[in-house]
């Protein structure tokens, strides 16, 4: 699924969400593979700073 990160004003990262687990959240970010924790995925998400494009 990508994604559109908001980092401030009209500034954005376009990241994939490759895979998650209880544990780990995986994105795809300029082409490497990071991992985060799910706490942090949801955190950015619920600030509406995350907005969904479409499915990769």
Request: no cysteine; net charge positive.
């Amino acid at each position: 699924m990508i994604h559109e990160i908001r980092i401030a004003g009209d500034l954005t990262e376009t990241v994939e969400l490759v895979a998650q687990n209880r544990y780990r959240v995986f994105l795809r970010w300029r082409g490497e593979i990071v991992a985060a924790r799910p706490q942090a995925w949801r955190a950015l998400v619920e600030s509406g700073r995350v907005l969904e494009v479409g499915n990769g």
